[in-house]
């Protein structure tokens, strides 16, 4: 194998490893001694791939919401109602969203410097925000509510839903779409 695709390998296998690590046991429990070990490589290899435990965590970030983002942007634009649409929304980042978004969340505010967390706001809007936001502005909301807000309460009230993966499909479900109806019609 030539050096080029022997770096490309390495660099994925980071990622990969790097990916697990975050996602278990969040930033600040995750060290490059770790992730280095589980490559099979040393820290200095591994700083040769990435500056610092920073610019790993943003790969993996950038990463994780790139095959997402596309995705959403699609079916944000598809035919139905708001609540077709966010159900199928829901159900496709249940399925393949392998990130536990309330840790993502919580390490982004918490262990990441002012322009990391800029960088990763930007990020979450184009992936996360914006497609449900689409949503919203075809829809009659409330007075006073916009499509930012209304899509922002949506994303924190299915956070949960993300760590649900490891219930019977049936009950997720079920769960979803009780959110869905909560969320748009309310409890009274």
Not at 44 to 68: C, G, R
Not at 114 to 139: C, G, V
Request: with cysteine; charged share 20%.
């Amino acid at each position: 194998m030539d050096r080029k695709a022997e770096w490309k390998l390495t660099h994925e296998k980071i990622l990969t490893v790097a990916t697990d690590l975050f996602m278990k046991n969040g930033f600040k429990a995750t060290s490059t001694r770790e992730i280095a070990k589980q490559c099979g490589i040393t820290q200095p290899n591994l700083y040769h791939h990435f500056k610092n435990k920073v610019t790993i965590y943003l790969a993996v970030i950038e990463t994780l919401t790139s095959s997402v983002s596309q995705t959403l942007q699609e079916m944000a634009a598809e035919t139905g109602t708001a609540q077709e649409l966010l159900s199928r929304m829901i159900h496709f980042l249940l399925a393949t969203h392998p990130a536990n978004l309330t840790m993502m969340i919580h390490d982004i505010n918490n262990e990441l410097d002012e322009k990391a967390k800029m960088d990763m706001f930007t990020l979450f809007q184009q992936t996360y925000s914006r497609p449900f936001q689409l949503i919203f502005e075809n829809e009659s909301l409330r007075s006073g509510v916009t499509s930012a807000q209304a899509a922002s309460f949506v994303l924190t009230n299915i956070s949960y839903l993300l760590n649900m993966k490891e219930l019977p499909q049936e009950t997720v479900s079920k769960q979803v779409e009780l959110t869905i109806d909560l969320l748009l019609h309310g409890i009274m």
